[in-house]
């Protein structure tokens, strides 16, 4: 998703320059109230990570794989500023030692990627929690569903740039069909390794990960006669209670309802901004004969006979599958002793 | 940066020529000013887009950076190459025929612009990576004032990208010895946990490296240890290249 030059115009690529430095020079000062006077060996590390994650290829089906892009992934761990920072600092390293994505389009990457995909990442995150129990587990779903609404959000927001400095006659129908639907593949694929990711890290630091902070069950001790009492006060063990899966479920059910209303709220409301646009200029009529234009869920559910309903039925039943996946993986103690076993391998 | 061999990268290519030894926050304004016009030139000023192509060999020409390297390391632009095959197809308005396939005309001036002006950026962001060494490029962006703090991040990460990568090499080794592969999705999960270990190891790193910082004496900032000034005909070689560039623009948009 590296951006090169050229691919937007010069006006464009200094109006996004001037936005990601704003959006930096804002992370700089609030990094602070997260990392303190630890920011930089601990952000450079993040940032390590990251730039090591990128290079990580997991399998996506036979013969294909992806990697990650990692936004929401290091905004769950560290925070959102310091993600904001750790990102930029990728880009910037990978612009300028390896010339991958280009150094006008640097502003335009760190827009997409270092801030977008942060931001929407890291709210909707946020707002996922907050309607989850208050366990650390939670974490896991809502990383994932961070991740899954933040790639496809990230590509909207580029075909926006694209429609306003691309230096290209595509239509804005097609493409955002196109890119939609690749980065919506793309942001499941995203979902599933930050989930799996951070529910490995959940397992062994629980207290590493930002988005679990203040959600860690207070300790208990239990007496000899089978009474619990709050424990002294001290830092509480890492360990946490694992309790039924059920409300965990209803919880996701609820929140991925939730979620496809917002998400086609957004998902009808930008497209035909774009439609508007592309009506225009006159080439709606030729959109509809490109190649995307025949697959079902192109342009919400309007091609091919499906109403918008059916697809957001269709978005809730896939986050519906990806939170019951996630689910399995977090409840049980599988997920917690094989993280240890791949640890103790590895040593 | 961190011994004797930490200073190179992966792209850095040692030498001593006129390129070389200008100063890096010179190298990097002039890059970006070279890209900027490059990206404003409009795009149907052919001839222009090869006129820059001549000043970059010109100026690899000078730094001793030979084609078959820069050749080599511009397999990072194969993604947007493959996006800029697709334009012509994909694109709308006037179609014409071309060894019997049907394509669009915008498309193909506007995949012509992608290709053109992302190769560009990527053969003069090869040739500073090739002749700045990290420790000069880090230097660099502190005095075009980016902050202070995000050239520490960007130090530390460069500094522990090989660390954290060979930690990263290690676990897929480990995983590969004991017979595991990646073949699907199912798999990811293994791989995905071997990332969470890598973050708590990356995490605890850092922290151990600001304790190290703290008992060396780190009070919230690093000591700049550059002084070296930087002359007006430091200013002027560096300019040579974006002026050119920028007077290769102008005959080309008023001719």
Redesign the interface.
Known sequence: M?V????L??PT?VATGAVAAAG??VA?RK?QDELD?????????????V???Q??N?????GTSGH?MGGALAAV??GPWTAV??L???L??Q??????G????LGTNISLIGITTVVVGWVVARAVLAVLPKRPASVVPAAAIGALVSVPVAALVFVLLFAVGG?????AG?LTASMLGWHTLIGI?EA??TG??????V???PD?VHAARGLRAPLQLKRADGTLVPAPAAEPAGATARGSARPLLVGGGLVALALAGIVSFFASANPDGLEYVAEDKG?LE??RD??FGDFALADYGEVGGIPVGVAGILGVAVVVVLGVVLFR?VGGRSGRS??RA??E??R | MSGGHGHGHALYRPGDSPVHRLPAHVKIVALLAFVLVVVATPRDEYWAFGAYAVLLGVVAAVAGVPAGLIIRRMVVEVPFVVFAVLMPIVSQGPRIDVLGLSLSEHGLLTGWNILAKGTLGVVASILLAATTDVRSLLAGLQRLRVPDRLVEIASFMIRYADVVTGDMRRMRIARESRGFEARHLGHARVVAQGAGALFVRSYERGERVHLAMLSRGYAGAMPLTTTAVTTRADWLRGAALPLAAAVVAVVAVLA
């Open positions: 590296h090169p030059d050229g691919f115009n010069a690529s930096v020079a700089l990094a006077e630890r920011t930089a060996p601990l952000a450079g590390l993040t940032a390590a990570f730039f090591a994650v290079m990580l997991f399998p996506v089906g036979i990650l761990l560290v920072l750790c930029s600092v990728v910037l390293v612009g300028l030692l390896f010339a991958d280009g150094l006008t389009a230096e290209a006659s595509l239509s097609a694929g599933v390794i799996l990711t951070v529910s490995a890290v397992a062994v630091r590493l080439f030729t959109a490109h190649a993986v094989s993280s791949t640890e391998a590895v």
